[in-house]
């Protein structure tokens, strides 16, 4: 009875294990099955400065991929050396045996671009971004891999290295010019400037408590001269009105004067101007005889006889 049931636990024990390593093994393959990889192969035109192996690559900001190695090689032609980046992409299992997503990203025209490597890993990473140009990309391979169409353009970018070179050689041409002959000359101006102030305040310092003196006299002057106007001011005034009131009293006379002339010149004028007129008439008679007697001298013998 015993040995019997031994047989059954360790019958129990192996049928256990062997369901644990089927349960296992499955889990294994589910999972190498969702987690599908396609690798294809990137070349790039100028500097990959700050690419590595596992670098991310990127699809509106999420990661699809990394880079998973990196060689050197040349072409069929043997004329010119290429660097291939192997890029293995997460792709889900369901599309196995149909079209995948990253060749329907390549034929809608995206392609991969290195951006800027990190101010402090200085690791770059590839993002995959639509093209400008829009155009269908032959299907392509290398050495049996797909190739991933890739951004012509070179962009130049700014490294670590470079921004401290640049702040570097910006504060030495700061040091240059505040050592510089120009700059010296003017805190030289600038301190001559400041001591000639200094003089001239001392001078002042010297001269105004003098004049201002010289002013406190004067000003007691003129108030005493406005006191002494103060003084004289009213009788003077009242002399001034008294004046006034008799050329008042000879302007009532003249305008008096006036008024009685008024009633009387006018009639005299008026006889004045009929005799002129009487002695004018006597005058042009008298001419007119003379003008005739000098030519008929004969008529005054006539009239005698």
Known sequence: MRQERLYTLVGLFVGGAISLTILIALYAYDEYLREKVETYVMFFKGSIAGLHVSSDVTYLGVKIGEVKRIEITENDARTQIKIPVYVQFFVE???????SPIQLLINKGYVACIRKPNFLTGIASIDLIESSTHQAYATEEFRGLPIFPTNNKFEEYTTLDDAFRAAKIAFQDISNFVH?????GAFD???????SMDRLVTHLHQIIPPTLSNLNHSLSDVSAFAGNMDHLV????????ASLKQANASLKDVSVLASNLN?????AFIAFHQGMQDVSSAANSTQNLADYLSRYPESLLRGKR
């Not at 299992?93 to 079209?99: D, E, L, N």
């Not at 101006?189 to 001591?195: G, N, V």
Request: net charge positive; no cysteine; aromatic share 6%.
């Open 234 to 241: 009213p009788p003077i005034l009242v002399a001034f009105s």
């Open 93 to 99: 299992r369901a599309f196995v045996g149909r079209q």
């Open 189 to 195: 101006a600038t301190r001559s400037m400041a001591e």
């Open 263 to 267: 009633e009387i010149v006018p009639p």
């Open 180 to 184: 510089s002959q120009k700059v010296n």
